[in-house]
């Protein structure tokens, strides 16, 4: 079974300044998808970012980009020009390319506080 | 406009109760999920339908029961048989065909049992 570990329970980051979260995911299988989800205070869960694991290059979505190492197993989140509403409970989700269901397999998250 | 309604957004229930959580989508999505949320523990898959009239056990049914009679649909029963049923349920949906679809999630329903 695959797993997902998010090793910082919680980071801050300074308004305007860059913060990586952390994320690894253990797994047998080569083609799979991983994804960053946000949680605000309203705990309604948002779409960060996504990657393809056949894909070499990194996702960028505006602010956030990711740092994927197929080979370390490894999917760090980098938010630029941190904001505000940047502040929330963040989650790595991995997704089995292989398996019936679509399930999302999580990690228990990283709480970022943004200080102003 | 098109989302996941999940209701009621607090629910109260005394042990030994069953209840039935509510989630409907008008994202025309076949598949439906329901995850348990705990504090320090992420999301944890209870049940999921890829179809109507269809449904897997994910990695914490047990104490949980599903229905999928209509797409639209996917309603969940913590039953007393659910040791620790205080938690945070989320309910999502998404396309079929593909994984690198999203899933969209409801805004929750948390569920406190005493």
């Known amino acids: 079974a695959q797993t997902v570990t998010q090793s910082q329970p919680e980071m801050s980051v300074q308004e305007a300044e860059t913060v990586t979260l952390s994320c690894t995911y253990d797994?047998?299988?080569?083609?799979?998808?991983l994804f960053w989800y946000k949680q605000p205070p309203s705990r309604q869960m948002i779409l960060v970012i996504r990657?393809?694991?056949?894909?070499?290059q990194n996702a960028t979505e505006n602010r956030f980009s990711v740092n994927f190492q197929k080979a370390a197993k490894s999917f760090s989140l980098k938010i630029s020009d941190s904001q505000l509403g940047d502040a929330a409970m963040y989650f790595c989700?991995?997704?089995?390319?292989?398996?019936?269901?679509?399930?999302?397999?999580f990690g228990a998250g990283t709480i970022l506080r943004v200080k102003s | 406009d098109g989302g996941i309604t999940q209701s009621p957004k607090y629910l109260f229930r005394k042990e030994g109760q069953n209840v039935t959580l509510s989630c409907e989508q008008n994202?025309?999505?076949?598949?439906m999920y329901w995850y348990r949320q705990d504090p320090g523990q992420g999301l944890r898959l209870i049940y999921y339908?890829?179809?109507?009239?269809?449904?897997q056990k994910g990695d914490i049914a047990e104490g949980y029961s599903v229905s999928r009679e209509k797409k639209e649909s996917f309603p969940l029963t913590v039953t007393s048989a659910q040791k620790n049923p205080t938690a945070f349920y989320l309910c999502?949906?998404?396309?079929?065909?593909?994984?690198?679809?999203?899933?969209?999630f409801g805004p929750g329903t948390r569920l406190t049992v005493t």
């Open positions: 999502a949906s998404s396309i079929t065909g593909s994984p690198s679809y999203e899933q969209y």
């Open positions: 797994t047998s299988e080569s083609d799979y998808y």
């Open positions: 990657q393809e694991a056949y894909k070499q």
């Open positions: 989700a991995y997704r089995s390319a292989l398996e019936y269901g679509n399930k999302l397999v």
């Open positions: 994202l025309n999505h076949d598949a």
């Open positions: 339908s890829q179809i109507v009239n269809d449904f």
